[in-house]
Every structure is written in C-alpha cells, then in structure tokens.
C-alpha cells in the first residue's frame, strides 16, 4: 500500500518497460496503442494521464515526425486530427499540442479543430487547448483575425482560450500586439475569463515581464466607464505583479477611491488586503487616506 501511495504521488506513472514500448509504438505509428497505456496510468485529476507521462509522448512523436525529414507538416496534422478525433480526454490533449504544428497543411480544418477543443467538457483539456491557440498564434499572424472573431465567442471556454493566446507576444517586439487582443476581451462578464484575464495574463505574466508597459496599459484601460474593466485593472496587482511593484499599483488603485460600483469595490478590497500583507505600511497610509470608509 505504502509503495502504491508513493507510485501515485510521483510525477511519472510509466515504467521504463511501458516507455520502451510508447517508444516502438511511435516509430511504427501504431498510435492507437500509445494511447492504451497512457489510458492505463490514468489518475483521478482530471482523468487523464500525469502531464510528465503525456509530455514523454508527444516530445517522442514530434521527435519522430521530424527525424522522419519529410512531409512533417502533413504527418503532424494527420496525428493531431488522429488523436483530436477520439473521444479520450488524453487523446485530445495529445492530439491538441500536434495539430497546430500542422497548420500550414489545413488551415481551415486545424482552426476548427482548434476551436471545438477549446469548448472541451474537461478543464484539462482546455489548458492545452490555451496552450495551442498561444502557439498557433506565435507562428502563424494570420491566426490572430480568427481570435479577434472568437473574443466575442458565446462560449466563455473558447473565450478564455483567446485569453490565453496573448502569450504568443509575450515579448519586446510583440507585447501591444498583446494587450490590443486583450483589450477585446476586459468588459468580458464571465467570472471564468476575467480570472484568467487580469489576475494571471495581465499582472502576474506581463505585468512581471513588462512592469512598466503593463502599468501604462492599465491606466489606459482604468478611465473605463465599465466595471468589469475596472475590475481587471485592479486585479491585475492581486499577485506577484502587485506585490514586487507597490508604488504602482497603488498609483493605479487610486483611480478608483470614489468609485462605488460594487465590483470594484470588492476588487479594491481584496487586492489592498493582499498588498496589506506584503507592504503593510503604504497599503494602510493609502487606505486611511483614500479608502479608511469602504475596508469594512
């Protein structure tokens, strides 16, 4: 029992034996049976298989596909579509992180994939589904018409995917790209999207990679008349973001001392209680000055 609960913490659940036959399986394409052991070390997550144990096989597939050295594109979408086509939440999370790469082959038929994914039942999958539209995007400009199409998507689950393909321009060059696509996407009413969206896209990875641009950004978009805007902005310093750079989140937080609308409020609450923990001394000197009667 003692050896089984050490098995089931550990962050493999492939044995050199079950990896020595994916390995064989994948040189014949024999992918059907890759999947029968990966369904084999499912665990009760997410019902799929530990992410070391999916990410063995589809580094090992792409491995192959490019040793192969011809018709890649062809065989990387023929595998994803393979694996997207199956219903087996290992399947397509598999099968999402191949099929981008073959974009150029289908773009029309990879985007639609892409798209069905992203509404997957399973939060899982839709991390790879996210994870996808990033990469997709990072290759592939013509892309980005597409997600300005979904950020206004009925499905809150594709929407959130648009969410997460402002990583594709996470860089020096790329990163208003960025927060144009997001910009789409910050009146978003979903409690889903917006969690995603300020806290973690916009402070926590961008605001730490591009303090200063971010901060800008924020600003900008906190002369919003929307609440739910506002509670992006605000929240987009409930985090690390926040937390390393104090002067100005606080300098943004003040845009909003005699708003009364009762989301940003709750936002204001809770994002000064975090920053309280951190720099005790400026948080409270802020509140006893701009914010003393809305704490309670």
Do not use: Q
């Not at 014949?28 to 063995?56: C, M, P, Q, W």
């Not at 096989?57 to 792409?62: A, G, K, L, Q, W």
């Not at 990163?175 to 696509?181: M, N, R, V």
């Not at 605000?234 to 002067?247: A, Q, V, Y």
């Amino acid at each position: 029992m003692d050896k089984l609960k050490t098995n089931m913490n550990s962050d493999t659940l492939l044995n050199e034996s079950d990896k020595l036959k994916i390995l064989k399986l994948i040189k014949s394409e024999n992918y059907e049976d890759v999947l029968k052991i990966l369904d084999k070390v499912k665990t009760s997550h997410a019902g799929t298989s530990k992410t070391k144990d999916k990410r063995f096989v589809i580094r090992e597939i792409v491995r192959n596909i490019l040793d192969s050295g011809k018709d890649t594109v062809k065989k990387f979408y023929s595998a994803g579509k393979f694996f997207c086509e199956i219903e087996n939440d290992n399947a397509k999370e598999i099968g999402i992180s191949l099929i981008w790469r073959g974009y150029e082959f289908n773009p029309e038929k990879v985007k639609r994939i892409l798209l069905k994914i992203s509404d997957d039942p399973n939060w899982e999958v839709r991390e790879y589904a996210g994870n996808a539209f990033a990469d997709t995007l990072y290759y592939h400009n013509d892309f980005l018409s597409d997600l300005n199409e979904w950020s206004g998507h009925s499905s809150e689950n594709v929407r959130r995917a648009v969410v997460f393909s402002a990583l594709a321009y996470r860089d020096e060059k790329n990163f208003k790209k960025a927060f144009t696509l997001l910009s789409k996407l910050m009146k978003d009413r979903s409690v889903y999207v917006r969690k995603n969206l300020g806290p973690f896209i916009l402070g926590s990875l961008f605001g730490g990679k591009f303090p200063e641009e971010t901060s800008d950004f924020l600003k900008k978009s906190g002369k919003s008349k929307d609440p739910y805007v506002k509670w992006n902005v605000i929240m987009s310093f409930n985090n690390s973001f926040g937390k390393n750079h104090p002067d100005k989140a606080l300098e943004v937080l003040s845009m909003f001392k005699d708003d009364n609308e009762i989301r940003v409020i709750r936002a204001m609450r809770s994002t000064l209680n975090f920053l309280g923990k951190h720099h005790p001394e400026a948080v409270d000197s802020f509140i006893r000055k701009n914010y003393a009667g809305k704490m309670r």
